[in-house]
């Protein structure tokens, strides 16, 4: 007959399940990966993050050896797709890619966010960074930022500056622009790259900021012109700098990395983040993406988490600074 009281059975009891499930978890990391991945972009597709998705699956889907299916879900400047991964099951079979929009301007533009950026996920690592191009509908026939200030400066109606959706980098600094030339310009947010860019074109909007992935096609097709850029990239050669222009503060990079939801396991974590700086490695992908004004960033879960960490005061610095809200 056992003489062990009553609670301290239940303890055993408690505490046998989860050595057990840790067993079984430990397994299934093992095993991992046996069915498709999918890969949420919480971002249209024909964006510059749904393009930096799609350079890396292929050789994704070699290294892992099972499919990794892209699962565009935009809406709320990209809040909705990362809120879901942010709650989906912890088991290695949905990640997302995340950006400095989703998970560090978006911690200042939405008071109410449905996840947080800094509890809620297990970063896997970087995939690359890249500079932000300030686009202008032809029709403004400016050669360079200075005069784009002077123009907004001089003209009676309000210019209009478009970006890829509320709380993004893109809407962010189109509002830091407007405070640094001082004068008001209208924000018409889009549900995504493509249409903004649709409306840059055909001049329903005539200013805007976005990364070079998506911009570069339309600016070399001379239906956009570029004046900027916040970093200089080999995609745009001969597009000057905001510094070297005179025009301070307007130095940001853009992020992208993968994460999976908050729990899933570090073994799981860790194949992936192989697999990711092995495909980051090889010299087609990586001359891929910088077709696309991306430079590949290999490097670690724990480099991703501190940025993310980092990145969020910084951008609330500015979103505070601006009077930027995405509500």
């Given at each position: 007959?056992?003489?062990?009281?009553?609670?301290?059975?239940s303890l055993l009891r408690a505490t046998l399940a989860a050595v057990v499930a840790a067993c079984s978890?430990?397994?299934?990391?093992?095993?991992?990966?046996?069915?498709?991945?999918?890969?949420?972009?919480?971002?249209?597709?024909?964006?510059?993050?749904?393009?930096?998705?799609?350079?890396?699956?292929?050789?994704?889907?070699?290294?892992?050896?099972?499919?990794?299916?892209?699962?565009?879900?935009?809406?709320?400047?990209?809040?909705?797709?990362?809120?879901?991964?942010?709650?989906?099951?912890?088991?290695?079979?949905?990640?997302?890619?995340?950006?400095?929009?989703?998970?560090?301007?978006?911690?200042?533009?939405?008071?109410?966010?449905?996840?947080?950026?800094a509890k809620d996920f297990a970063y896997a690592g970087f995939i690359g960074t890249s500079p932000y191009?300030?686009?202008?509908?032809?029709a403004l026939r400016v050669p360079d930022a200075r005069t784009l200030v002077a123009r907004v400066k001089?003209?009676?109606?309000?210019?209009?500056?478009?970006?890829?959706?509320?709380?993004?980098?893109?809407?962010?600094?189109?509002?830091?622009?407007?405070?640094?030339?001082?004068?008001?310009?209208?924000?018409?947010?889009?549900?995504?790259?493509?249409?903004?860019?649709?409306?840059?074109?055909?001049?329903?909007?005539?200013?805007?900021?976005?990364?070079?992935?998506?911009?570069?096609?339309?600016?070399?097709?001379?239906?956009?012109?570029?004046?900027?850029?916040?970093?200089?990239?080999?995609?745009?050669?001969?597009?000057?700098?905001?510094?070297?222009?005179?025009?301070?503060?307007?130095?940001?990079?853009?992020?992208?990395?993968?994460?999976?939801?908050?729990?899933?396991?570090?073994?799981?974590?860790?194949?992936?983040?192989?697999?990711?700086?092995?495909?980051?490695?090889?010299?087609?992908?990586?001359?891929?993406?910088?077709?696309?004004?991306?430079?590949?960033?290999?490097?670690?879960?724990?480099?991703?988490?501190?940025?993310?960490?980092?990145?969020?005061?910084?951008?609330?610095?500015?979103?505070?600074?601006?009077?930027?809200?995405?509500?």
């Amino acid at each position: 007959m056992s003489t062990l009281s009553s609670p301290t059975r239940s303890l055993l009891r408690a505490t046998l399940a989860a050595v057990v499930a840790a067993c079984s978890v430990s397994a299934h990391a093992g095993s991992w990966p046996e069915k498709p991945i999918t890969m949420v972009v919480p971002f249209p597709a024909g964006g510059g993050t749904d393009l930096v998705a799609r350079s890396i699956q292929p050789l994704l889907q070699r290294e892992l050896g099972q499919p990794v299916v892209i699962d565009n879900r935009s809406g709320a400047g990209g809040t909705l797709g990362s809120s879901y991964v942010a709650r989906a099951v912890a088991d290695g079979y949905t990640a997302g890619v995340v950006t400095t929009s989703t998970h560090a301007v978006s911690v200042a533009l939405y008071p109410r966010l449905a996840y947080n950026p800094a509890k809620d996920f297990a970063y896997a690592g970087f995939i690359g960074t890249s500079p932000y191009v300030l686009a202008v509908n032809n029709a403004l026939r400016v050669p360079d930022a200075r005069t784009l200030v002077a123009r907004v400066k001089s003209d009676r109606t309000p210019h209009t500056f478009g970006s890829v959706g509320v709380g993004t980098v893109s809407h962010l600094m189109g509002e830091q622009f407007q405070k640094f030339i001082g004068e008001p310009m209208i924000h018409v947010p889009y549900r995504g790259a493509a249409p903004a860019y649709t409306d840059l074109i055909g001049g329903q909007v005539q200013i805007m900021f976005d990364n070079p992935a998506g911009l570069t096609p339309y600016i070399k097709a001379g239906k956009i012109a570029a004046i900027a850029v916040t970093a200089a990239t080999p995609l745009l050669p001969d597009v000057p700098t905001f510094a070297s222009q005179g025009v301070s503060g307007f130095e940001q990079q853009l992020w992208y990395g993968i994460a999976f939801p908050k729990g899933t396991p570090a073994a799981i974590v860790d194949r992936f983040n192989a697999a990711l700086n092995k495909v980051l490695a090889d010299k087609a992908v990586a001359d891929d993406l910088a077709g696309k004004g991306v430079t590949v960033r290999p490097g670690t879960p724990a480099a991703l988490r501190a940025a993310v960490q980092q990145d969020i005061p910084y951008w609330g610095r500015i979103a505070k600074s601006v009077g930027a809200t995405g509500e």
